[in-house]
Structures are given as C-alpha cells and as structure tokens.
C-alpha cells in the first residue's frame, strides 16, 4: 500500500494526469469532427503538457533550492527531461505550420510562471482574472484549434460553438482548484473566489456549464454525442457545488482532472453502444 501511494503521487505530482485529461480533450474533438487520428500529435501534446505543467509548478521551487531538492523532486525532474526529449522527437514529426502553430501557445505557458512584467516580478498568473482565462485559453489552443488546423478543417460556426463551450468547461474545472486554494493564495493574487466569494463563484460555474449544455443541444454534429455530454455535465456540476475551502488532497488534482477522462470514457461507451 505504501509503495501504490507513492506511485500515485508521483503520477499526481508529475503531471501524468493531467496530461492524460489534456490527451482525453484532443480525442473528443477528434471524434466530435470526425478527425483522422493523428499520434504524433497526440504524443506530442501529452509529453509536452507534462513538461510545460511540472515546468510552471516546480521552476521556481527548483530555481531556489536546487541543493536541497528532495528525492521526488529530483525524479520529477529527471521524468520531466525524458519527457521534453518524447516531446521534441514527436514533434519533429509534426508539419511545419501545425508547429508554427504550437509555438504561440507554448511561449504564453512560459509567460504565464516566468516573470516578464513590472520589473520581472509579475506574470501572467499574477494578474486578476487573467489566470483562468490564459489557462482556458491555451487549453482550448492545444485541443480544439491545433488538431483541427493539422487536420485541415476548415472553420465554421459548429467550430467556434465547440471552441466556445471548450473554453467554459475549462473554466469551470479550474473553479474547483481556485476554491481550493483561496485560503494559500497571496492577497494580490485575485482569483474569482476571492473576488465573488465561493457560492457566487459555484453559480457562475453552473451558468457556464448550462450555457455549454446549450451549446451541445446547438451544435450540428454527424454523431450523437448529448448523451455522454449530459453525464459529463451532471459529474462536472456535482463536483462543482461540492468543492470547498479545505478540500481532501486528491479532489481536484485527481477526481476534478479525471472529469474529462470520464467524458471520453462515456463517449467512446455511447458511440459502441
């Protein structure tokens, strides 16, 4: 038992599960666009969620203890390498422009932990409001417009529907994280709970996960996909209203981020049905 908790922290704490929920999002726009799979790319977008993710969670920590870095951190760091190897050999085999496109998004996940603003102390993530929309943002990047641009789709009203509702769902899985954390942030650090409160916060995410309800309902799409969404939308506002200031530990880094995992799961389960 000791052994499988620290092989399930170490895939917590190392990005694997995100990752995994990252990758999980790419297969749903492929399924909902018909999308040829691509595993180059896919690849590529789940090493390098790894790497960018430890890279914001552990640059700093590992910039100011770099003698004194723990065994789990050093093993981090060593997997993190390993992945950004994985990372550049399957993008390597990607086309010219679909990097191109990639490299955007990239730069922003730098600028969102490095300090670039105010006399390099401030980034991206310190700025109020601009933390939950950079991260949808990008997110939306990684899994809506660059598998669908390296498909060749072209851009329609059904797409930028799906690109709306992808953003908000983002959105409303980062809520729980961001309730979480209310009670560690810095005061500078404004976050929407800390700016509305929680229960304004839970209604807000409820409202945008009924709009992305909506949306689903007003999509033209050539499969049957509201079934699965529906149960992905009643899992995603279950733990919405339940998330709390003094949360167990894998709430949201484990239950909150299987959340979309679940919606491939169910969607893959429907379409077989």
């Excluded at 895939?11 to 297969?27: E, G, P, T």
Aim: proline share 3%; with cysteine; charged share 15%.
């Amino acid at each position: 038992m000791k052994w499988f908790r620290i092989l399930f922290d170490f895939y917590l704490n190392a990005s694997i599960h995100v990752a995994l929920a990252v990758f999980s999002f790419v297969k749903i726009t492929e399924i909902y666009f018909g999308l040829p799979a691509n595993d180059s790319l896919n690849y590529c977008l789940f090493f390098g969620t790894i790497t960018g993710y430890n890279f914001v969670k552990y640059a700093g920590v590992a910039k100011l203890h770099h003698r004194s870095l723990t065994t789990t951190l050093k093993a981090i760091q060593l997997f993190s390498f390993c992945c950004f190897l994985l990372l550049c050999y399957y993008g390597y085999l990607l086309t010219i422009p679909t990097v191109l496109l990639c490299i955007p998004f990239g730069v922003i996940t730098i600028l969102y932990a490095v300090p670039f603003l105010s006399g390099f102390q401030k980034s991206l993530r310190t700025f109020s409001y601009l933390k939950i929309t950079v991260v949808a943002f990008v997110w939306c990047g990684f899994t809506v417009f660059i598998p669908v641009f390296d498909a060749g789709k072209e851009l329609d009203f059904t797409l930028l529907l799906f690109v709306l509702q992808r953003f908000f769902i983002v959105v409303v899985l980062v809520l729980p994280f961001d309730i979480r954390d209310v009670q560690y942030d810095a005061i500078s650090l404004q976050t929407i709970p800390k700016k509305i409160g929680i229960e304004k916060t839970k209604r807000l995410g409820l409202v945008l996960m009924i709009i992305s309800l909506v949306i689903e309902y007003c999509m033209q799409l050539e499969i049957d996909s509201k079934n699965s969404f529906l149960g992905f939308f009643f899992l995603v506002t279950i733990f919405l209203m339940r998330a709390q200031k003094e949360q167990s530990k894998y709430y949201s880094s484990f239950w909150v981020e299987l959340l979309p995992i679940l919606w491939w799961v169910l969607l893959l389960g429907f379409r077989n049905y």
